[in-house]
């Protein structure tokens, strides 16, 4: 396991039991206290966890999640211009899938006059936005509704999606670091997600300027994973740089 992968891991603990002691974390790791230490403390420069006397908690952003109405009102424009971009790569008789989120909510109401396209989604905010589309064959996941995301989870949803196939799947994600990769808040969307992105043959992020540099709790994938991000001109072009230097396409808009 590499240096990443553990503190993915002290993260994924934290997430569970809020705290935990450094020798509790010594030995769900398998490396000595010293080690851990020096772990957490990287970990605390990056503002991800909160030292304490003999062990660490999770800083209580990792876990935020706003409400969905509030999120469609953030970066509203960026978003707009980041879904035409995604519309622009899809042409008719694709077969596409779109997890929950505001971006791939604004890439569906772009796709209501297309013909012969498959949409796969795990989202209601997608189903509400194609339902009515004579041109569209809409696949639906099952699943537990998650009202804060209008998102459907759950084991029913990841074996809906097994032996599905699409062409790309576009991915609307909380975090995009090119340490600890695509994350979202919420363990059981990530578990979906996951199942999306095995499903495709291209994975696309759209991932708004204000997505990069930042971590929440569950890692959907690594930045290895993906093949292409459409963002916004306010995007760190540093990270840009560094995306395409991987041979990621970055697509600015």
Same mark, same amino acid.
């Given at each position: ?34 080690? +851990? ?49 995604a519309a622009s790569m899809i042409g008719d008789g694709d077969a596409i899938a779109l997890n929950a989120g505001t971006t791939t909510a604004a890439i569906a109401r772009l796709l209501r ?5 498959? +949409? ?101 994938a690594t930045v290895q994973d993906i093949d292409v991000v459409i963002t916004d001109d306010k995007a760190p072009a540093k990270d840009v740089e560094r995306l395409r230097s991987m041979g990621?396409? +970055?697509?600015? +808009?």
């Amino acid at each position: 396991m590499s240096r990443n992968e553990r503190e993915q891991a002290i993260l994924q603990h934290l997430g569970t039991s809020r705290y935990a002691t450094v020798a509790e974390l010594s030995a769900v790791l398998g490396v000595s206290e010293v080690t +851990v230490r020096r772990y957490l403390d990287r970990l605390e420069n990056e503002g991800l966890v909160t030292r304490t006397h003999g062990g660490a908690l999770l800083t209580s952003s990792l876990m935020e999640e706003p409400e969905i109405a509030a999120k469609e009102a953030l970066q509203a424009e960026e978003k707009r211009r980041i879904a035409e971009a995604a519309a622009s790569m899809i042409g008719d008789g694709d077969a596409i899938a779109l997890n929950a989120g505001t971006t791939t909510a604004a890439i569906a109401r772009l796709l209501r006059n297309r013909n012969g396209l498959t +949409v796969v989604t795990n989202s209601m905010s997608v189903v509400n936005a194609l339902a009515t589309c004579p041109g569209i064959r809409l696949v639906v996941t099952g699943g537990q509704l998650r009202e804060r995301s209008l998102a459907l989870v759950g084991p029913l949803a990841v074996r809906s999606l097994e032996g599905v196939y699409v062409n790309k799947v576009f991915l609307g994600v909380n975090g995009l670091s090119l340490k600890y990769g695509l994350t979202t808040p919420n363990m059981d969307e990530a578990t979906v997600n996951q199942a999306m992105l095995q499903s495709a043959r291209m994975a696309i992020v759209v991932a708004d300027h204000t997505k990069f540099g930042k971590v929440t709790f569950s890692r959907i994938a690594t930045v290895q994973d993906i093949d292409v991000v459409i963002t916004d001109d306010k995007a760190p072009a540093k990270d840009v740089e560094r995306l395409r230097s991987m041979g990621k396409e +970055v697509i600015v +808009v």
